[in-house]
């Protein structure tokens, strides 16, 4: 129904302008829209080429990635995405969860505000583009937006990438509306709560409960620690927050890093070794837990359940298992929406 209408006191010849509303725009990272050649190289050069990922001087790195990495890597990528790859629905299992999450999450949001809030989701790499989901909001008549980045913790080449995407997309905009960003909550009670919940369900699941619970994070360059970025600080916090929830001994639960890329050194133990020296020192059992993904993906249903599984069973490890991420999960969800909540203080009550 079209409830636009021109300003009280406005001429007729003023245009008419839609209802007011707040925008909740959910953000995760992205997805390629097929797993042939083009279009993962399309999405590979949209994401290598940013500098927030890899900040590399343009000169140096473009010839690199136009020449090198983009002629080899999308057949390697196709084919890892090709394994998780959701047929039935034309797109991998990233898209899929983020509409599950994105149309939980209105729900819950429209049961407490009603038609006075519009939600919707973008990728940061991809489709729908961060940029074509601003102009819509603004269309619609949102005048503020609340911009949510799905990555509980912070880092420069996830969180912020995402912001900045979000704020060129405002740029192109004649009457920006007034925004605010979703800031992390590595630390949140409710989601290290979820967090909790979904250890507690795979091991009740078990006959037998797991020698060591692995938190395996997405890496970045180590160097990047050094320079500011505040990620690895908050994966530790997580990683103990989660065992005091828990109540668990320190010996029961550790922190890695995965998806390591190029030839620096990165944020260590590398989850891909860690898991292998974990099973030659005689911990044939262990679960592995990605809380730095809020949907499941190719880094946790590729690179976790097959790579990584591949190196913890060839050291000698007997039994591995994945807990998924928490996806839209009730508690996840009510998680989420805590945060949206307060951080809508003052534009909805």
Known sequence: ????????????????????????????????????????????????????????????????????????????????????????????????????????????????????????????????????????????????????????????????????????????????PATRTLPPYFDDPAYIDALAQSVTRAYAAKETAPDLLVCSYHGLPERYLHEGDPYHCQCQKTTRLLKEKLGWADDRIMTTFQSKFGPEEWLKPYTVEEVARQATAGKKRIAVIAPAFSADCIETLEEINEEIRESFEHAGGEEFTYIPCLNDDAAHIDALCGQITRNLAGWLS
């Open 1 to 176: 129904m079209d409830t636009s209408a021109r300003p009280a006191h406005a001429p007729d010849s003023h245009p008419k302008l839609p209802a007011r509303k707040v925008g909740i725009l959910l953000a995760n990272l992205g997805t390629p829209d097929g797993t042939s050649y083009w279009p993962m190289r399309r999405y590979l050069n949209e994401f290598l080429s940013d500098q927030r990922v890899i900040d590399y001087p343009k000169w140096k790195w473009q010839p690199i990635l136009q020449g090198i990495v983009l002629t080899k890597r999308p057949f390697a990528s196709g084919k890892a995405y090709e394994s998780i790859w959701n047929h039935e629905e034309g797109e991998s299992p990233l898209a899929t969860i983020t509409k599950a999450q994105t149309a939980a999450v209105t729900a819950k949001m429209q049961a407490q505000y009603g038609d006075q809030v519009m939600v919707d989701y973008c990728m940061r790499y991809g489709n729908p583009s961060t940029k074509s989901k601003v102009q819509a909001m603004v269309k619609a008549g949102c005048d503020r937006i609340l911009f949510c980045p799905l990555y509980p913790q912070y880092a420069g080449a996830t969180t912020a990438t995402a912001n900045d995407q979000f704020f060129r997309a405002l740029m192109e905009e004649k009457w920006q």
